[in-house]
């Protein structure tokens, strides 16, 4: 792949980036109908990212293997979206048809736990997938750069450790948040939305650290020299190493 159009392909992922980082901001920290407009860009934005590294998967495979489970994440929420929906709706329109007080509350009461139960558990689920999406596109970041700078590929590989120990406390607080819904425990609850606080900004950190990563990995191989070659030259000379 030319250098023009990989410079162009990881200055598209460094302003996809930058739209994550604050929908994901947005959606966790506002609760309006600014949340719903943000998560419908996120959305929108993680598709375009993925064809992105899909087309810079002729370089390395592990971008196409992180393509892939982007693939699986997506289609995992797109089905939890449905299916939550229609149960929900499904168990409201039924309410016509039950007659005492008491199964006009439980009934949507119990439709919503369910949702929330399985919205949580493909949520872990999803989780585990993105932290393997997210480590073979680290790891095609840190290929791609040996040949343009070195020092990136140190940089890429630790800032893996620091993304992966986010989305493992992410993983957590939602273990925490389903057993919270089971056990009906407000403390395991708070508990819960803590280790999520934390770990959203964590994952803001780290998502403002691979913006930095990109934009500069764009602006390097923009303007990398090609006709510089790092060789030895013989010139005929051979000193005696005594």
Not at 21 to 38: K, M, P, R, T
Not at 83 to 93: E, P, R, T
Request: net charge negative; proline share 0%.
């Amino acid at each position: 792949m030319e250098k023009t159009k990989l410079s162009k392909y990881l200055f598209y992922l460094f302003v996809a980036s930058i739209i994550i980082v604050v929908c994901n901001f947005l959606s966790n920290y506002d609760d309006g109908n600014l949340s719903s407009i943000a998560q419908i860009v996120n959305f929108v934005t993680e598709i375009f990212y993925l064809v992105i590294i899909w087309k810079m998967s002729s370089l390395s495979g592990h971008y196409r293997t992180s393509a892939i489970f982007k693939i699986i994440s997506i289609v995992l929420i797109v089905i939890t979206f449905v299916v939550g929906f229609s149960f929900i709706a499904g168990s409201i329109i039924g309410l016509g048809h039950h007659n005492s007080i008491e199964s006009l509350i439980t009934s949507p009461f119990n439709s919503i736990m369910i949702t929330l139960v399985m919205v949580t558990l493909v949520a872990i689920i999803s989780s585990v997938i993105s932290i393997i999406a997210e480590y073979h596109e680290f790891q095609g970041h840190s290929e791609l750069m040996i040949d343009y700078d070195s020092t990136y590929t140190v940089k890429w590989k630790r800032l893996w450790k620091f993304y992966f120990w986010s989305a493992i406390l992410v993983i957590v607080g939602l273990l925490i948040w389903l057993l919270s819904i089971n056990s009906y425990s407000f403390g395991l609850m708070s508990v819960g939305l803590a280790v999520t606080l934390l770990s959203g900004i964590a994952s803001i950190v780290c998502g403002i650290f691979k913006i930095i990563y990109l934009y500069r990995m764009s602006k390097i191989i923009e303007n990398y020299d090609d006709s510089y070659i790092d060789v030895q030259v013989d010139t005929g000379r051979h000193d005696d190493i005594n």
